[in-house]
């Protein structure tokens, strides 16, 4: 076993509970900060907004959203919506549209976070376009 899987057995209940304590301060913070809370929210609208086409199915974006929804109520886990090509990125930026979405557990993207793998995204575009292509 390597030393930082040791050291991740070993200190678990003790990183359970520092995770605990800052989800509670996060909480804590944005009550006591609600302008903080409003300018993220304001920051995300406008970055769906100034990453949405004119052409964007947004009829078909809500059902996806729907979808989640139901998701998550049948199987218990949390499920989200993701930007498969992500909407702000160092090195892409994506389109919030329906091509560009995909329904993931959370767990799945926070691992994911803003990374965006290009080599398999890549293949992935390129057999979408073949298959529409057919």
Request: hydrophobic fraction near 35%; aromatic fraction near 6%; proline fraction near 3%.
């Amino acid at each position: 076993m390597t030393r930082s899987l040791k050291y991740y057995y070993e200190n678990r209940e003790a990183r359970l509970a520092y995770a605990r304590a800052h989800r509670t301060g996060n909480k804590i913070y944005r009550a006591a900060h609600p302008d903080f809370n409003r300018d993220q929210c304001k920051k995300k609208r406008r970055l769906l907004k100034q990453a949405t086409p004119p052409w964007a199915e947004k009829a078909a974006i809500r059902e996806l959203h729907t979808k989640r929804k139901q998701i998550t109520e049948k199987t218990g886990v949390a499920h989200c919506v993701d930007h498969v090509i992500p909407i702000v990125s160092a090195l892409v930026s994506g389109l919030h549209c329906l091509a560009n979405l995909q329904i993931i557990t959370i767990s799945e993207n926070c691992k994911k976070s803003v990374a965006f793998n290009q080599d398999a995204e890549s293949i992935k575009q390129l057999n979408l376009v073949k298959g529409a292509s057919l």
